[in-house]
């Protein structure tokens, strides 16, 4: 009766260190984030990796305790580790709690804000800490027993009789509900096949109940994601997630900077905005502009000769929307406004530089300050003028 | 009472073993070649045979159905023999079945190397070949049953258990799965369609897994295990209660390898719920695994035996705990479709079969041939390497695997994909690949010296072909008054089977009747067409070169799928796919909207060498497709095979489907001669007249993939996911 009240006790402090959890999973949206979602698996593994352990120390306390009270001592030992472990994992109960309360955005790590970021890994150590602590508390434990056997062996060393009546049973043993190896005739079940006996071993309880824990966690799934509907359909997480990320992106939009539109940019000439620009050539142009510009598939760049017109607007939107009946692909769905600005700040830049094996001229003659000739800016843009690229 | 003798068949047990032996070493030959082609494409010689998509069903089939295959009848026949006090049933059946199953191999070696498949994964054998497999099987099944009722042993012992629900349940899984039409001797189309074929094929896939690789050799172990370690088996109570926790959980959990697709909601539900239900059965075998090693461990440090089964264990407990983790959908979000899934089941491939497998071989052959193994130390050697091997196969790609799905899902600031490229994800991985396939080369290091070390023993031994056994014969009358109930059961292997059967049978049929038969499931779209018969023939050839093996057609509702691929996939989208091409792994970008992407010339530039067009592309070249001649004499047999099916093609619409097909394959080379850098291509490799070739078929399906909801009804649910 004991043994179950135990196991239910176990089983308690069990859900209730993942309700919250649970619960921080409906609620919390930042659960989608890959790094928040890694940390809260670890967290919730260590804190059963906890409950486990606490489960094991509190029986080996548990045999240490019987012993004393055989011995006419007081259990103070057993009472100060049960209370410890009992605060630690309500601790990591109410850290979980905490971690769930999103903290104000501030800067990110990993797509998470650091506070949650922080707390996250707080939860963690506070977690490793208390393994380790547990670790020892065991060792230590088993190292009392280890020494009243050794002195007990060593008290009766003068004595004929041995105790061997009972072997010792460990926390292992007691944790799978082992037998001793001794005992076995007694569970032998008498069967033989090929020479192969079969013992009647008692389930290890902790399969046990997990196997129940499942069969609970398979019931109350099923009904929040079929009955009550409680847990989101993929559509809908889908949903969820496009949401967020257009409120996400207005705010970013609010900082004027990102507003960039071919009618609004201004050429760069800061030293490190040009660099950018230069990477982002690297990565996507140089297949058919050449590595310096010079032109492959793609016209030259370092002329004075533009296709589509050589004003810094002009090339934004050539960037931005692409002519795609003459292989210019659109890039607005690759790059940002700001990303666009800088490429195409950095094309400029490149003008006059004469690599080698540049291509002929095409286009007309540009000549900065003058009226563009031919190149229309208004038609198609204007529409989409007002409406910041995604 | 009178004690008979008898003698056990030894034969049939060692040619098996060979057999395991000889396809183990091919399989993982072949798997060598296919990682190596990971970070060398040029591996593939440019040649049909030995590309990936055609190399890679060869070593999944070579490693699933020869090596574990053979390895689970050596072991069967032996043991069972054994555990029934009696030689098998009949010789004749034994070398009928053995010699089946080599031809069986063979055919799908040369069938899949020639590109013959119905484009299904790990049931990939065209229709002679599948009955081949079932008469084979039915043979086994005689075999085993016939020994089973001869026995002289009153109770069945639980590694009986696991045969004979293996036995059953293959036979069910097989035979539904390959429900097929056949077009001719080397072509069929799956019975099914897009999600019905889905859900049917993974329902199979997964109880392959499980019931292929898993549960015969837990009977193994069952033998074996106490056997080399002389030790009682830890617990009769938890045998009982994890073998039938664990066939009847197993069965449901198939659609797991479907999440955030297409399958109904609820389908996927239930597979997440059994998949983690599945831990504790799982569990339950490991356990009584090691825990019959109490009070054996010191035997553990001496007996290269006893450390492969111990390691063996301990894979089965990883990756059974793994799997559920991953049937999570928040885990399998991240971890589907990347390298993580292949890890994960090379620590149940490698770690499992291969390492059980290795200890029962250096068991058998050494009791066979009556000597001591040639070499402990050698077999100690082994076991490292291949511990090593493991190690090294499986961290890379579970690290190559979570870090390709986070730059999958990376978003900027602004709202773009970080990494639009979707090949800037696959370079960042390659020095995985690589060390990926240097643990592999040394677990098959350590498999040669698995073959040196038998040779050896071999030699130095002397066959004993029949094994001389005595044993009472088995009373008819006997009280069996106060038993305990399983008991009963245990003496009854008829009942068994029947039993076994209905419990394997009920996961399957709550899972699969409502999906065929409830219309709502799979909402019709009327947009959706059937494919032309260029199209369709185009689309034989990319099952053909599986390319499924490589790219998905599954395009999940998530938002940086959407950004990257396109509107997420319908159920209804895929009513006229026989069979489904969702594919389950993503080593290139998904294909599912692939249609219209990118310009006919630049496919047409880009299979001929993918390099040309993307630098660091790892995609095989297909020389062939340009060169080979589009077989359309198949065209009406394949028009009116869907016909049967159901495909609404008019009446009479088979007579006319090749003037519709020319037709489509003249407007396409028309189109493709326009651009220069083709018709440069063209000229230099002699082409002149693309219409004909296969390439032309094959550009035509994929220009068609996910088209058919691209216009209208895209840009509306586009719209409404925007605010």
Not at chain 2, 102 to 120: C, N
Request: hydrophobic share 45%; glycine share 8%; proline share 4%.
């Amino acid at each position: 009766m004991k043994k179950i009240s135990r196991a239910i006790v176990f089983i308690v402090i069990l859900f209730g260190s993942s309700i919250p959890a649970m619960a921080q999973g409906a609620k919390e949206s930042s659960l989608n984030n890959p790094l928040a979602l890694t940390l809260v698996v670890i967290i919730a593994a260590l804190a059963l990796i906890i409950a486990m352990l606490a489960y094991v120390v509190y029986g080996a306390a548990e045999i240490e305790l019987k012993k004393h009270q055989q011995q006419k001592t007081e259990g103070k030992l057993t009472g100060t580790v049960l209370t410890i472990v009992a605060l630690f994992i309500s601790a990591i109960a109410n850290a979980q709690d905490a971690a769930a309360t999103p903290a104000p955005a501030s800067s990110n790590i990993g797509g998470l804000s650091s506070s949650t970021f922080y707390i996250l890994l707080a939860v963690l150590l506070v977690e490793v800490a208390a393994i380790f602590f547990l670790l020892f508390q065991l060792r230590f434990l088993l190292g009392l027993q280890k020494r009243k056997v050794e002195e007990s062996l060593v008290g009766e060393a003068g004595a004929v009789e041995y105790k061997a009546a009972k072997p010792e049973l460990n926390w292992w043993d007691k944790f799978n509900k082992f037998r001793p190896v001794e005992q076995e005739v007694d569970i032998d079940l008498g069967h033989n096949y090929d020479g192969i006996r079969e013992l009647d071993n008692r389930l290890p309880p902790w399969w046990l109940y997990g196997f129940y824990i499942t069969i609970i966690f398979g019931v109350v799934y099923l009904y929040r994601s079929q009955v009550s509907h409680a847990a989101p359909s993929p559509a809908e997480e889908y949903q969820a997630a496009v949401v967020k990320a257009n409120a996400q992106l207005e705010e970013h939009l609010k900082d004027q900077k990102n507003k960039v539109d071919e009618n609004t940019v201004v050429l760069l000439t800061d030293k490190s905005e040009i660099e950018k620009g230069k990477a982002i050539f690297a990565a996507n142009c140089v297949a058919c502009h050449g590595k310096l510009g010079e032109g492959i598939v793609g016209p030259n760049l370092t002329d004075d000769y533009w296709i589509h017109g050589g004003k810094i607007n002009d090339l934004f939107k050539t960037i931005k929307y692409g002519y795609p009946e003459k292989s210019m692909q659109s890039w607005k769905e690759q790059l940002t406004p700001v990303q666009i600005a800088e490429v195409a700040s950095f094309i400029k830049s490149l003008k006059g530089t004469n690599p080698p094996g540049a291509k002929e001229k095409q286009g007309e003659l540009f000549v900065e300050g003058a009226t563009t000739p031919a190149s229309d800016s208004t038609g198609a843009v204007k529409a989409d003028s007002t409406k910041p690229a995604k | 009472m009178q004690v008979e003798k008898f003698y056990y068949d030894n034969k049939i047990v060692r040619a098996f073993a060979y057999a395991t032996v000889l396809w183990g070493i091919v399989g993982m030959l072949a798997g060598l070649w296919v990682a190596i082609q990971f970070y060398a494409p040029a591996a593939s010689l440019n040649y049909a045979g030995t590309t990936f998509g055609r190399l890679r069903p060869i070593h999944t089939n070579a490693v699933i159905f020869a090596f574990v295959g053979n390895c689970m009848f050596t072991g069967i026949y032996y043991s069972l023999q054994r555990l029934c006090k009696a030689r098998m049933f009949s010789d004749l059946l034994s070398k009928i079945h053995f010699w089946g199953w080599q031809s069986i191999i063979v055919l799908a070696a040369l069938t899949l190397f020639f590109g013959m498949t119905t484009g299904k994964e790990y049931a990939e054998l065209e229709w002679p070949i599948d009955i081949l497999i079932t008469v084979i099987w039915v043979v086994f099944g005689i075999n085993m049953f016939g020994t089973i009722i001869k026995r002289r042993e009153s109770h069945i012992y639980v590694a009986i258990w696991f045969y004979i629900a293996t036995w059953i349940t293959v036979a069910m899984l097989h035979i539904v799965n390959s429900i097929e039409i056949p077009v001719n001797l080397f072509k069929s189309y799956s019975w099914y369609a897009g999600v019905q074929d889905a859900l049917v094929q993974w329902w199979y896939g997964h109880n392959a897994v499980a019931f292929f690789l898993t549960t015969p050799i837990l009977g193994l172990m069952y033998y074996f295990l106490p056997k080399a370690a002389n030790r009682p088996v830890y617990s009769y109570r938890l045998s009982i209660i994890h073998f039938w926790a664990l066939i009847f959980l197993y069965i449901w959990a198939g659609p797991h390898h479907l999440l955030y697709t297409a399958l109904p909601d609820w389908a996927q539900s239930l597979g997440v719920v059994f998949s983690v239900m599945l831990i504790a059965p799982s569990w339950g075998g490991m356990l009584n695994g090691l825990f019959t090693l109490r009070g054996a461990w010191d035997k553990v440090r001496e007996e290269p035996v006893l450390k492969f089964f111990v390691v063996a264990i301990t894979c089965y407990g990883m990756s059974t705990f793994e799997g559920p983790m991953l049937s999570l959908k928040n885990v399998n979000a991240i971890a589907h479709f990347t390298d993580w899934i292949i890890g994960h089941v090379h620590i149940g491939g490698l770690g499992w079969n291969g390492f059980m497998a290795f200890g029962m071989l250096y068991y058998l052959i050494p009791k066979m041939f009556n000597t001591p193994l040639y070499s402990k130390k050698l077999a100690t050697n082994h076991f490292w390497l291949g511990t090593i091997g493991i190690v090294l196969y499986a961290i890379p790609l579970y690290w190559a695997g979570f870090t390709q799905s986070l730059m999958w899902k990376q978003f900027t600031e602004d709202g773009t994909l970080q990494y639009p490229n979707f090949l800037e994800t696959v370079t960042q991985i390659i020095p995985m690949y690589i060390t990926r396939s240097i643990g592999g080369t040394l677990y098959l290091i350590g498999a040669f010296f698995m073959v040196y070390n038998l040779y050896k023993t071999v030699k130095q031994g002397s066959f004993i072909a029949d094994e001389a056994a005595e044993a009472a014969p088995l009373e008819k009358a006997h009280s069996h008054a106060k038993e305990y109930w399983h008991r009963v059961i245990e003496r009854k292997p008829m009942q068994m089977l029947v039993i076994s059967l209905i419990v394997v049978a009920i996961g399957g049929l709550i899972e699969l009747i409502p999906t065929f038969l409830v219309k709502s499931n799979i909402p019709t779209i009327a947009s959706v067409k059937p494919y032309t018969p260029l199209e369709l023939q185009g689309r034989d050839i990319y099952i053909r070169e599986g390319c499924y093996t490589c790219h998905s057609q599954m395009i999940r509702p998530f938002r940086d799928e959407v950004a990257r691929y396109g509107e997420y996939s319908k159920a209804g989208e895929f009513v006229y796919d026989h069979p489904f091409q969702w594919g389950s792994k993503r080593t290139g970008p998904d294909l599912a909207r692939e249609g219209g992407k990118n310009p006919d010339s630049w496919h047409f530039m880009h299979m001929f060498d993918p390099r040309q067009v993307s630098d660091k592309s790892i995609m095989p070249r297909y020389p062939w497709l340009y060169q080979n001649d589009l077989d359309i004499s198949t065209t009406p047999g394949k028009i009116r095979a869907m016909q049967t099916l159901g495909v609404p093609y008019e009446k009479g619409y088979d007579q006319i489907a090749n003037t519709a097909l020319e037709t489509q394959a003249k407007e396409i080379s028309f189109g493709l001669k326009t651009d220069s850098k083709v018709k440069q291509l063209m000229t230099v490799e002699g082409i002149s007249n693309p219409e004909k070739k296969e390439i032309v078929a094959l550009i035509a399906y994929l220009q068609r993939i996910g088209k058919d909801i691209k216009g209208g009804q895209k840009s509306k649910t586009a719209q409404a996911s925007l605010k």
